[in-house]
Nanobody, 121 residues
């Protein structure tokens, strides 16, 4: 499966962005999906995940209550709504997919190319 993430950009502190990730090559229906980010000079971290059914989600403590992850079967896509953004959340954001039926695993099989998010103070 090929994953293409887009929707990043430059926003001011406190504003919102919605990232999209569209898949091609196979359906996402039997895959759990996640969003990761990697800030400059930092390790990649998982920020959100959604189960195959869409009924289960996971968020890192740092984004809980501000970020929402959803998936659209018809569009073969996954989204990350990010609200109240902070400068420290400036990073490259990646979408990913895994065969594992869990929202807590960080082991993913497929990765998108990343989209840049810059939050200005």
């Amino acid at each position: 499966v090929q994953l293409q993430a887009f929707g990043g950009g430059l926003v001011q502190t406190g504003n919102s962005l919605r990232l999209s990730c569209v898949a091609s090559g196979r359906t996402l229906d039997d895959l759990s999906l996640g969003w990761f980010r990697q800030a400059p000079r930092k390790e990649r971290e998982m920020v959100a995940a959604i189960s195959k059914s869409g009924g289960g989600t996971w968020f890192s403590d740092s984004v809980k209550g501000r970020f929402t992850i959803t998936r659209d079967t018809a569009k073969n896509a996954v989204y990350l709504q990010m609200n109240s953004l902070k400068p420290e959340e400036t990073a490259v954001y990646y979408c990913a997919a895994t065969f594992r039926n869990t929202v807590t695993s960080t082991s993913y099989n497929f990765w998108g190319q990343g989209t840049d998010v810059t939050v200005s103070s």
